[in-house]
């Protein structure tokens, strides 16, 4: 599903016109990366959590030139599923 996917079911299940809910959902996604961006997480009940989940420092190597790299400490976004969404999908999956 794609974001127009998303702005069309949005478009048939409320009536809002499409530019309109378009301006939503990238109002939502930009509002997200921001929040994330502050080392802010993001809860929405019953949906779930767009957290950040800390990386390690670790050594990787370079194939190419036979160098040993240290990649940095970081933080990478991830989304975690509410218990009532994560069962709502798993019902319907085994339908």
Do not use: C, W
């Not at 378009?22 to 502050?38: C, G, H, P, R, Y």
């Not at 809860?43 to 420092?57: C, Q, V």
């Amino acid at each position: 599903m794609t974001k127009q996917d998303i702005v069309a079911r949005i478009n048939k299940q409320t009536g809002i016109d499409k530019t309109t809910a378009l301006t939503v959902v990238e109002s939502f996604m930009e509002q997200v990366k921001i929040a994330l961006s502050e080392e802010e997480n993001v809860y929405l009940r019953g949906f779930g959590s767009f957290i950040l989940k800390k990386r390690a420092e670790k050594t990787a190597r370079n194939i190419t030139k036979n160098t040993t790299i240290i990649i940095p400490e970081h933080n990478i976004p991830a989304f975690k599923p509410a218990k009532v969404f994560f069962e709502a999908v798993k019902e319907e999956a085994a339908k």
